[in-house]
């Protein structure tokens, strides 16, 4: 194992424990689901259209509960992408049920970009190793931070 | 793209750790995974069928058929996109979706696409009850 890549990875299990020190404010906006206990089709509607960037997870941006909602979780950060809603559906079984029905995806985590479904954790992976996410977030105007690592990486 | 190569590394690391408990529960096909094959066989008539039960790297007793991996090649992915080939075999596989099978990671590809890479990928690690087991031998 190359000594970038342990480094790498240590930082990868440092972000899934939360945001390096503050927490408080860490990736993604713990949205929550208290207002209103949000599980049928309009409620989930308004939900989803919300926001540009809408992830339903097990746990929390700062400590996701499952090894695919936390993959979700890290690729968003890898591509700088921090304004995003985030939705725990454990701490909500008509939200964690609603979704599925809405979306009409069996699992969760499950992404949404402009209020559009987009998929789970394997796809949002395949949009990030294609360069997908990337075209993707631009559309939204969104500026992933892994164009600017390519810059300085093409201009050293 | 470089990062992508990164991220894939790590969970396929982070996998082999989470795995390596699991491993006395290999070998033993029970009767959802044995299910799953036979109804994604008869919906797809996939080329390559290879599934994993990963239930041992999650917080569930020995023997469980709760988590699975599956990569299907088959033509009948020709121009659908990924959303539209997952569902295609989430549909295959509603009943178990709906019941036993709580986690199910897929890699849905083209015989084409499975050429450039044939291999079935290894999941994250389960970060949930299994977290003190995580990472002893």
């Known amino acids: 194992m190359s000594g970038s890549l342990s480094r790498a990875a240590a930082t990868l299990l440092r972000w899934g424990r939360g945001a390096g020190g503050g ?134 | 793209m470089l990062s992508g190569q990164l991220v894939g590394r790590l969970f396929s690391m982070a996998g082999r750790v989470c795995l390596s408990r699991s491993s006395a529960g290999l070998g033993t096909i029970g009767p959802v995974e044995a299910a799953i094959r036979t109804k994604l066989e008869q919906a797809l008539n996939p080329e390559v069928l290879e599934l994993r039960n990963e239930s041992g790297g999650h917080a569930v007793p020995p023997g469980s058929e709760t988590h699975f991996r599956v990569a299907v090649v088959s033509s009948r992915f020709e121009g659908l996109s990924p959303l539209q080939r997952h569902r295609l075999v989430h549909a295959a596989l509603s009943e178990e979706l709906a019941g036993p099978v709580h986690a199910l990671a897929i890699q849905a590809r083209t015989p084409a696409q499975w050429q450039e890479n044939p291999q079935l990928d290894i999941s994250p690690p389960c970060l949930g009850g299994s977290k003190k087991t995580r990472g002893t031998p």
């Open chain 1, 23 to 156: 927490g408080l404010r860490g990736p993604g906006r713990a949205a929550g689901s208290g207002g209103g206990g949000g599980g049928s089709a309009e409620q989930l509607d308004a939900l989803v259209k919300k926001d540009k960037v809408v992830v339903f997870l097990k746990g929390t941006p700062e400590q996701p509960q499952c090894g695919f909602s936390n993959a979700v979780v890290q690729i968003l950060r890898l591509h700088g992408v921090r304004d995003y809603a985030a939705y725990n559906v454990l701490d909500d079984p008509q939200l964690r049920q609603g979704i599925k029905d809405y979306s009409n995806w069996p699992t969760i985590p499950q992404v949404y970009l402009n209020g559009e479904f987009v998929g789970g954790c394997d796809i949002l992976l395949q949009m990030h190793q294609n360069g997908d996410l990337v075209e993707e977030l631009k559309k939204l105007g969104i500026r992933s931070a892994l164009l600017d690592e390519k810059k300085d990486q093409d201009s050293k």
